[in-house]
Each structure stands twice: as C-alpha cells, then as structure tokens.
C-alpha cells in the first residue's frame, strides 16, 4: 500500500514539472499513462507495440498510449517501432481496426522522414 502511494506521488510529481513545461521528456510505460492527460504532448514513440495475452494486438490499449496526447485541436505524430513481420502484421491489424492508413517510414533516409513527420 506505502508504496502504491509513493509511486502515485512521484508520478503526479513528474506529471505536473512535464504539464509546466519544466521537463521536455517523459518515458512512461502502459500503467502510467492511463491517468494522464497530456495535451501538450506531440510526439508518441511506441517502442513496442500492445499486445493481449494471446499475443495479437491489443488496440484498446494502443489507443490509451495515444489518446490521451495533444487535446482536441493539435496533431499528434506516433512513431511505432516495427521490429519483424509479427510487429508489421500487429501494426497492420491495429490500423484495420481504427480505419486508418499508418504510413510506412524509409528509415534509411532522414530528410524524407523529416519531411514526413513535420507535415502531419
């Protein structure tokens, strides 16, 4: 219990120093982002993708990492790291269920990820 409380504290610590803009970074993993509501936030780089217990992609909870990023009006870019073909066919299944076209980055060119990036 002690400590269930003093993980709560330092996250709403470091949640309120990241909403003051005293911190520019925040790593956070799954447990910690479904009480935050961070609409500064524009930029989520998912390291790994969600998975359910029987390994297929689990998008109730890619949409908590996400959803809760850039209030209403601003544009949020999510970068996914996709490591190997059971990666890209969760990504893919994560897309066809929102209805969504996740667009593909060249990794080995920098200026068209750039490009990319800033215009969304």
């Known amino acids: 219990m002690v400590e269930t409380f003093a993980k709560c504290l330092i996250q709403s610590f470091l949640c309120c120093r990241f909403r003051e803009a005293k911190e ?4 956070t993993t799954d447990v910690s982002t479904n009480c935050m509501d961070l609409e500064q936030l524009t930029l989520v780089v998912n390291f790994d993708l969600p998975i359910d217990s029987s390994g297929r992609a689990d998008s109730k909870t890619y949409l908590r ?3 809760h990023t850039g209030g209403f009006r601003k544009s ?5 790291f996709v490591l190997n073909d059971n990666d890209s066919e969760n990504l893919d299944e994560i897309a ?12 080995d060119n920098y200026f068209e990820m750039q490009e990319k990036i800033v215009d969304e």
């Open 24 to 27: 520019r970074a925040l790593v």
């Open 65 to 67: 990492r996400i959803g």
């Open 96 to 107: 066809k269920h929102f209805g969504i076209k996740i667009e593909k980055l060249d990794t």
């Open 76 to 80: 949020v870019v999510v970068i996914n």
